[in-house]
């Protein structure tokens, strides 16, 4: 990977967006088969302090960098714009194209937070979706921005109170579309579900559903809640608020049609790596599945009156924390309609936090 | 009640799927007719591991190989190891391939040998009481056409072309058929075991994105639908360039040619995507169904025609990236007096409504100047131009270009003004280029299709009504090139544009593009 590097201290945005134009133009005129990447824009505001940290993250995004990222790094005491623009590329071989991708770091103060929208705008890249990161709060960057985003990318798992996180969610659902992190680890979860309930004949056990437990790492209750929320949303659950667990997690009940309901678990597993750890799925008629994560998937075990204990692997590599954000970065351009049914069922579903 | 009301929806449509990207796949067994052939090698077993690595592989996986080596399941598991360890477009994750591997099964023998076909029966009888229940089953087949009608009927005389409760498929590798009667005669053998709606046969060009982004840019952007038709296209070229020769493959392309290996099949799939009317859905059947439609409707030369219509070459000795390399008739294992064409170019005409009177030129070559892989669609030029083309290139006419390969993407030539006091025009490029505007590599083709054989999506696959249609626009071609065993065959230099011979194709002072 080469670079073409500018920088200024004591900066303004149109220098910023000056510098950057020249650097394409200049690495073009050298080699016309590099082309710039217009695929998104990504700003992320950040505690200075912590900026190398959010960088080494946004390298291991894999394949899904966006196509001009702008960190804004917030400084106590600054007044003025410092900033530095890299134009990143592998110079094409055989015959092909090259993609540069672009990179600004500006370093700001906390008064510039609110006329953030004045600083970024001239810098995005015009007619491509524009996603906001704002990992550390700044609430007021993230206000200034209103206009100027399309996507909010969120952790609901990041913030450590749930009740909280859960409503910062619905707020910027309100306003913006949203990419949670906390819902992309429930996805090889969802579709595991979806898959193991797709034949029809199974398809009808859905509404004999009689309990749902829900294993996760500590700090990603966030994620159980929304898995609890999407199937809850889904099949059309009437729901109740869980209920602290003698603080071994949360349990309660969703009733699906009369009396009839679900008994829904969520229980804490000894995990490293965020996100959930099992699922745990029983139907009427003794039929049970669990899904738990395992070397190179999830193991799957089932058990039921007619085909007895069984246990397998569902194969799938874990994507990491990097992939997760990556896959965040995709999801941009996507649009899921199913998010925002699951984030307010796990809003009610988790209303009375522990 | 509501609760049976409820049961009764959800057993229509699964309320899960919703807003998922990857859509469920049923349970199935997996089984490779020519497993240890070079296209499992390279392409199956690699992309059946990046289904897995993905995720995407149905809940439960089996797969059997058959081939006639003689060997052990665990020897099958190790060359398979190797196969994706080699040939993956990422690499392995050894907790996922070891998984992948580690229930792989192998049954060796003829494939003409009955007992073959009860061993495997064994086998997808053992995987199906695993599962408790059965599983799906697609077969394979990656073997030497010939034996194509010999696994499909003692799949059937075996009692495996239907399981109760599952679905079983049948998916056919390319080429189907030699020609138009071997193609019927084939589609016979195969429609008395199988219905048509358990056969796949796969053009792995369909499973380019490229090639499905076709159906994108014409029926997702109103932009160029109002000029897609004979009043404003003055004609077409659909080029398939290859920079490299015939490998080891002297004994396949001896028998084949340039028509066969890469006309008949995608690049007329190419000329019916861009040329069918906008489907009522993107339903397999109803894209099936104009495909047929615009295939009927290219009228298939007269056999005193075909001279007329179409040039035949083969690669001289010559240079290509400053090597000197040998002739056609000089590669190994190819007869020195070999008229098999390495070269081919058609001029085309669809007799409907939309495309009357425009040329449709196709051309495929080995050992050309460069690879390259491009449909470029040449518009009328304007009716009357006020600027002087003194000084400058003057006004050209728009051409809008899909390069497939190799590097995907559209571009549009315009005319601009050149900067200056004077009013002169040359043409500049708009170009997309899927590497600039994408973040996703694109999955390998074979990936996206061995998954929807799994999932019964036959979009991508050709139907057997379809392949008729196909061999019978090439059928004459082939006979008047057979039959002509007199005239001299054109020779153009390795390295080179192709013979000077096709440029006699083009009328009205048309020329092909620059490779």
Known sequence: MSEDVWSEQNTNPDAIEAALRELLRERHAANQALAPARVLNMVVVVDREWKGEIANRLERVGRYHASRTILCAVEEGRETLDAVAVVSYDEPRGGGIGVMREAVEIDLGPEQLSALDTIVDPVVMSDLPTVLWSPHGHDEAAAALRDVIDVTLLDSDDIPDTVAALARAQDELNLAYVVDLAWLRTTPWRERLAASFDPPSRRATLVSLEGMTIRHQASSRASALLLAGWLASQLHWDIRPLEPANGEGMRGRAYTSGSRYVDIRLET???????????????????????????????????????????????????????ILGEGVRQSHLRDPTYGPALRAARELGRDGD | MQSAAVATEFEQENPLIAGLERLPVRSTALVIFGATGDLAHRKLLPALYNLAHEGALPERFEMIGVARRDQEDLDFREMARESIERFSRRRPDPPVLDGLTAEMRYVPGAFDDDEVYSELGGVLREFDERAGEPLNRIFYLSTAPQFFPVIAGKLGAAGLSECENAETRIVIEKPFGYDLSSARQL?????????????????????????????????????????????????????????????????????????????????????????????????????????????????????EDVSKMSVRAQYGPGTIGGKRVPGYRGEEGVDPNSRTETYAALRLHVSNWRWADVPFYL?????????????????????????????????????????????EGVSVTLGAKIPGPRMRIRPVNMEFRYGTSFMSESPEAYERLI?????????????????????????????????????????????????????????????????
């Open chain 2, 187 to 303: 589609n016979a053998e195969v429609l008395d075991v199988f219905d048509e709606s358990q056969v796949f046969r796969i053009d792995h060009y369909l499973g380019k994105e490229t090639v499905q982004n076709l159906m994108a840019l014409r029926f997702a952007n109103a932009l160029f639908e109002p000029v897609w038709n004979r009043n404003f296209v003055d004609h077409v070229e659909i080029t398939a360039a290859e920079d490299i020769g015939i490998g080891g493959r002297a004994g396949y392309y001896e028998g084949a040619g340039a028509l066969r290996d890469l006309v008949q099949n995608h690049m007329m799939q190419l000329l019916a995507l861009l040329t069918m009317e906008p489907p009522t859905s993107f339903n397999a059947d109803r894209v099936r169904d104009e495909k047929l439609k615009v295939l009927e409707a290219i009228v298939p030369p007269a056999i």
């Open chain 2, 451 to 515: 998954l929807d054989a799994m999932r019964g999506d036959a979009t991508l696959f050709t139907r057997g009504d379809e392949i008729e249609a196909l061999w019978g626009i090439i059928d004459p071609i082939l006979t008047a090139w057979h039959d002509d065993t007199t005239s001299p065959i054109p020779q153009y230099p390795a390295g080179s544009a192709g013979p000077p011979e096709a440029d006699a194709l083009l009328e009205d002072d048309r020329k092909w593009r620059r490779l």
């Open chain 2, 363 to 407: 051309r495929t070559g080995k050992q050309l100047a460069r690879k390259l892989t491009e449909i470029a669609v040449t518009l009328k030029p304007v009716p009357h131009l006020a600027f002087q083309s003194i000084g400058s290139v003057g006004v050209q006419p728009n051409q809008i270009i899909l390069t497939v390969q190799p590097d």
């Open chain 1, 269 to 323: 597993a000894d995990q490293e790596v965020p996100g959930l750890a099992g699922v745990t799925v029983t139907c009427g008629g003794g039929r049970s599945l669990s899904l738990d994560r395992a070397l190179g998937g999830l193991r799957a075990q089932e058990s039921s009156p007619d085909r007895g204990e069984q246990s397998w692997l569902v194969l799938g590599a874990s994507r990491g924390e990097g992939g």
